[in-house]
């Protein structure tokens, strides 16, 4: 089996191999351009260490991890849009480098093209693989859609942003990995244990992305901090706030997510001590412990040597920095 780094060079050398320098070029471009500036890659990862776990070949998966990754690139082109981001990555966003319409173009031919890598090698489970893909995106986009809804409501609560988070983040990690397995032949029960493996790794790590965003370190966290709190973004760490807090702390908060002053930096300032003394830091940390402890449960339960499941042990740890 190969470790965790052996198979992201694995999948890094196949983007690198990939080009769509095709024509028109006003078409191909931009998708060319957003495949070549990289990311975590950890989609494809986890599809192929899933294959691997269950006596599979990374290399005869190729074709599948080259589709989730370029599904999961078109969500983040029409993401980016969508939230009018001017970066991703360091680089610009297509629809700032180009425009619009050529994002909103790209975006359909990358899932089209998506589509296509499924559909280069039969397989006995390709119905099932090809449902679970589609599922997997219909659920995606049902999370981006109430992400979007939950910018103009007061009354999101917890257990709806988990459930939206599980959508738009977890279930295309779960995804990849059941569809690893099923390239597999891997046992229906084992399948459903790694999914929520997937599941449960995947709200761990975007609990943990809150909390970063929050009180990690920005020359760690490799981005500046406090960004969801100047977008007024209802992040775990503010609905929790909103659970822990008086009336007039409630009330502040309500007040300070619902405006965007100039001094931008003030406002973190001041929505941080309100998190310092409701305990946020830790009461996140401890969500966040949950889902990692589930996540593992649920890869313990495979009925497989531990060994064979070291490297999504390793991957899991890695993504939420428990490496070390």
């Not at 090809?130 to 049902?142: M, P």
């Not at 988070?165 to 459903?192: C, F, M, Q, S, W």
């Not at 920005?218 to 909103?242: E, P, R, S, V």
Request: proline share 3%; net charge negative.
């Amino acid at each position: 089996m190969n470790t965790f780094k052996e198979l992201l060079t694995k999948v890094k050398d196949l983007f690198e191999k990939e080009n769509f320098v095709f024509e028109p070029r006003g078409l191909y471009d931009p998708i060319d351009y957003t495949l070549s500036l990289g990311g975590k890659r950890i989609r494809p990862v986890l599809l192929m260490a899933a294959n691997e776990m269950f006596g599979g070949k990374a290399e005869e998966v190729a074709h599948a991890a080259l589709g989730i990754e370029t599904f999961h690139n078109f969500t983040l082109l029409h993401d980016d849009l969508m939230d009018r981001s001017p970066i991703r990555r360091g680089m610009p966003t297509v629809f700032r480098k180009w425009n619009d319409n050529t994002a909103i173009l790209s975006g359909d031919t990358m899932f089209a093209l998506a589509w296509r890598y499924f559909l280069r090698q039969p397989h006995a489970n390709l119905q099932s693989i090809l449902n679970t893909f589609n599922e997997t995106a219909i659920e995606v986009c049902e999370g981006q859609q109430f992400d979007m809804d939950f910018e103009t409501r007061s009354d999101v609560t917890i257990s709806e942003y988990i459930e939206m988070i599980r959508l738009k983040t977890a279930v295309l990690l779960a995804g990849a990995l059941k569809i690893g397995a099923l390239y597999a032949n891997a046992p229906a029960a084992d399948i459903e244990h790694l999914y929520q493996f997937g599941i449960h790794a995947g709200l761990a790590f975007q609990l943990q992305d809150d909390w970063l965003d929050s009180f990690g370190d920005t020359a760690t966290f490799g981005k500046q901090t406090g960004t969801d709190i100047k977008d007024n973004k209802k992040t775990y760490l503010f609905l929790k706030a909103l659970e822990q807090s008086n009336p007039e702390q409630h009330n502040q908060l309500t007040l300070l997510f619902s405006n965007n002053p100039e001094d931008a930096d003030s406002k973190v300032k001041e929505v941080l001590s309100i998190y310092e003394k409701l305990n946020i830091r830790t009461l996140t940390e401890q969500a966040i412990e949950e889902e990692f402890h589930l996540a593992e449960e649920s890869l313990k339960a495979i009925q497989l040597p531990e060994e064979r499941k070291s490297t999504l042990y390793e991957i899991s740890r890695s993504l939420l920095g428990r490496d070390k």
